[in-house]
C-alpha cells in the first residue's frame, strides 16, 4: 500500500496529460506535422518496432536502432562515470595535479557537443563507434567528476584527525570516512548523467554514422514528413534514458543502504 501511494500520482498524472494531448489535438484539429496526437505516436510505435537491420528510409526497426544508440550511451555513460570518479580520487589524494587539471575538464565541459561530434568524427571515423562513445562520454564525465570530488571534499576534518590518531593509512581513511561522504555527491551526478547520456548519443548521431540508430531515423523521418515515426523513436530515447535514470536509482539504493527506509 505505502509503494502504491508513491506510484499512483505519476501514473496519473501521465493518463491526465496523455487524455489532454489527445484530445486537445483533435478539438483542435492541430495537424500531425505541428504534433500528432499519442495514438498516432502509439501505432507507429508498433509497426516500426520490429523489422529488418538496416536499409532504406522506413526498414529500420526502433527495436535496433534503440538498441543501437542505448549501447552507445550505456558504454559512454560507464566509461564517463569512472573516469570522472577516478580522477576525483586522484585530485582529491594529490591537491596541486587537481588544481592544475580541474580548468582543462572545465573547458570541455564548456564545448557544445555540436563542436565536439564532428572533431571525433574526424578522429576516429564516421562509421566509427567510438567518435559518438566520445561524445557521451566528455558529456557524463564533467557532472560525476566536479560531484564526486566536491563529496570527498566534504568529509570532515576531525573525522579524518581521528582516523589518523589511530593510526590509519590514507587509504583506509579514504574508503572509511571520505568515500562514504561522497557517496550522495556521486549519486546525485549519476543521476544526472544518466539521462545525458542519451541525449549526447543522440546528438553526436546527427552528425552521420550509421543509420541504423535513433538520431538518423528521427532526423530521416522528419524531413520525409513522418512525424509519428519521428516522435515513436522520440518515445524509445525516453525509454532509455528513463531505464538509466532506474538504474541510477538502484544504485543509490544499493551503495545507501542507510537511505532505503527513506
Known amino acids: 500500500m505505502n509503494r502504491l501511494r508513491h506510484v499512483a500520482p505519476p501514473v496519473i498524472v501521465g493518463v491526465v496529460f496523455f487524455a489532454l494531448w489527445e484530445g486537445l489535438v483533435k478539438a483542435l484539429e492541430i495537424r ?26 522506413g526498414t ?39 588544481e592544475s587539471l580541474t580548468p582543462f575538464a572545465i573547458a570541455i565541459n564548456a564545448t557544445p557537443i555540436i563542436a565536439l561530434a564532428p572533431i571525433f568524427n574526424a578522429w576516429f571515423g564516421i562509421t566509427d563507434v567510438r567518435s559518438n562513445q566520445a561524445v557521451v562520454i566528455a558529456v557524463v564525465f564533467f557532472p560525476v567528476f566536479i560531484n564526486t570530488a566536491k563529496g570527498l571534499s566534504q568529509a570532515h576534518p576531525n573525522q579524518i584527525e581521528l582516523m589518523r590518531s589511530y593510526g590509519a593509512s590514507e587509504f583506509t581513511i ?15 551526478s549519476l543521476k544526472i548523467a544518466a539521462p545525458f547520456s542519451v ?11 550509421p543509420q541504423s ?50
Open 32 to 57: 500531425e506535422f505541428l504534433l500528432p496526437p499519442p495514438s498516432s505516436i502509439w501505432t507507429a510505435l508498433i509497426e516500426q518496432w520490429g523489422g529488418v537491420e538496416g536499409g532504406t528510409l
Open 60 to 98: 529500420v526497426a526502433l527495436r535496433v536502432a534503440g538498441r543501437n544508440t542505448a549501447g552507445i550511451a550505456i558504454s559512454g555513460l560507464v566509461i564517463g562515470v569512472l573516469a570522472g570518479a577516478w580522477l576525483a580520487l586522484i585530485i582529491t589524494r594529490f591537491r596541486r595535479f587537481g
Open 174 to 188: 579514504l574508503r572509511r570516512v571520505q568515500i562514504p561522504t561522497a557517496l550522495p555527491f556521486f549519486v546525485t
Open 199 to 209: 541525449i549526447a548519443a543522440i546528438v553526436a548521431e546527427y552528425f552521420g554514422g
Open 213 to 262: 540508430r535513433l538520431g538518423p531515423v528521427i532526423t530521416q523521418n522528419a524531413s520525409f514528413a513522418r512525424y509519428d515515426v519521428a516522435w515513436a523513436a522520440i518515445v524509445v530515447a525516453s525509454g532509455i534514458g528513463l531505464g538509466l535514470f532506474a538504474l541510477a536509482l538502484a544504485a543509490e539504493y544499493l551503495l545507501m543502504p542507510w537511505r532505503r527506509r527513506s
